[in-house]
C-alpha cells in the first residue's frame, strides 16, 4: 500500500470513529428525558401552533433531542381558565388512556400557567408538577385597564366581545373573551386564586408551597420590555408596559404577579412574547436563552425522579 493510501486509510478511520461517537453520544443523550411527559400549555390569544411553529418556539424539538416526551395542547384561546381547564383535563385523560401515562408535567405559558393550576387543583391525580411561565397569577394591569374601560354595562362592552369573539372563532375553540380577560384583571385573578389556591405565594411578592397534595409548583418570570427592536411583538409589550407605570413588568405581566411556589427566577430580560422564544428567537442578545432555561428545567424535574 503507498504512503498516500496509508494516509487516505487512517483519515476515513478517523472519521466513521468520529462518526460513530456522535451518533452513539446522540442516542444516548438523556439530559431532559424525563419519567412523565412534559405538557406544554399555551395562554390567551394563542393557540398550540402559530404560522405552523409551534408556540413555545424551537422548544418542542429541543427538549425532545434530549430524551423528553413532549406534548402540545390546543385549548381555546380566548376562554376562562375553568373552561380551559376542563379542555386540558379530557386531554391529559385521552393521553393517559392511549398512552398509558401515569402522570404529567405540565408547563404553562401566561394564561396557560392558571390552566395548569386549575387542572393540578382538582385532578391532582394526573400532575407530577406545574410550572408557570409569565403567569398573570396576581393578574394583569393591561386587563384592569380594559376592564376599567368596557366596565359591566357599558353599551360597548356587547360590541367588542363580538368583535373579539369572531376574531377567535376563527382560530377555532370557544370563545368568551371578555369573561377571559375579566378573570386576568387583579379582581378576577384574587377570585380564581381564592377558589384555586395550591402553591400561593405567602406574601405578595414571594413564594409558595413547594408540594401541594404531592404536585410540585414552580414559577418563573421577566422584566424586559423592548428587547430587539426588529421583533414587531416589541410594540405590543411596549404599549401594554405603560399600564404598569414603571412597575418592573415584562410588557403584559408584574414582576411579581408572576410568582407561584418555587419561584426559580423572576427577573430574566425577556418581555412576554420572548418567554417561550417568540418571534422567532428573536429577543436580547444579552438574555438567556429560553431553551437553555426549558432545558435546565426538564433536567430539574428529571433529577427529581418526575
Ligand atoms: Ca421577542
Known amino acids: ?29 438523556t439530559y431532559t428525558q424525563t419519567k412523565y411527559p412534559i405538557i406544554l400549555v399555551h395562554g390567551f390569544a394563542s393557540s398550540d401552533q402559530v404560522l405552523g411553529f ?25 376562554n376562562s381558565d375553568e373552561v380551559r381547564g376542563e379542555e386540558l383535563i379530557k386531554y391529559l385523560d385521552n393521553l393517559r388512556a392511549t398512552s398509558g401515562y401515569e402522570k404529567f408535567n405540565l408547563i ?18 394526573l400532575v407530577a408538577s406545574v410550572t408557570t411561565g409569565h403567569t398573570p397569577h396576581q393578574g394583569a394591569a393591561p386587563a384592569d385597564l380594559i376592564k376599567a374601560v368596557l366596565p359591566e354595562g357599558s353599551p360597548l362592552r356587547p360590541i367588542v366581545a363580538g368583535v ?3 376574531f377567535a372563532s376563527l382560530m377555532g375553540g370557544k370563545a368568551d373573551a371578555l369573561a377571559a380577560l375579566g378573570q386576568l384583571s387583579s379582581s378576577g385573578a384574587a377570585e380564581f386564586t381564592e377558589r384555586y389556591p395550591q402553591g400561593k405565594p405567602a406574601t405578595a411578592c414571594g413564594e409558595g408551597e413547594e408540594v401541594v397534595d404531592a404536585v410540585r409548583y414552580y414559577s418563573f418570570g421577566g422584566v424586559g420590555v423592548a428587547t430587539n427592536l426588529l421583533d414587531p411583538t416589541d410594540l405590543s409589550a411596549q404599549a401594554a408596559s405603560l399600564t404598569y ?8 405581566v408584574g414582576q411579581c404577579s408572576s410568582h407561584w411556589g418555587t419561584v426559580l427566577r423572576d427577573d430574566y430580560f425577556w418581555n412576554h412574547f420572548d418567554s417561550v422564544n417568540q418571534t422567532f428567537g428573536l429577543r436580547s442578545m444579552f438574555s438567556s436563552n429560553p431553551v437553555t432555561v426549558y432545558r435546565a428545567h426538564a433536567n430539574r424535574l428529571k433529577n427529581l425522579g418526575l
Open 54 to 78: 409551534s408556540t413555545f418556539y424551537n422548544i418542542p424539538d429541543e427538549l425532545k433531542k434530549g430524551g423528553a416526551k413532549v406534548y402540545a395542547a390546543k385549548l381555546s384561546g380566548f
Open 245 to 252: 407605570l414603571g412597575k418592573p413588568n415584562d410588557g403584559i
Open 108 to 125: 404553562g405559558n401566561s394564561q396557560g400557567g392558571l390552566t395548569t393550576r386549575y387542572v393540578a387543583a382538582v385532578r391532582p391525580d
Open 164 to 166: 373579539i369573539n369572531t
Open 1 to 29: 500500500m503507498s504512503k498516500n493510501k496509508l494516509i487516505l486509510n487512517a483519515v476515513l478511520a478517523g472519521m466513521l470513529s468520529v462518526m460513530a461517537v456522535s451518533t452513539a453520544s446522540a442516542a444516548t443523550d
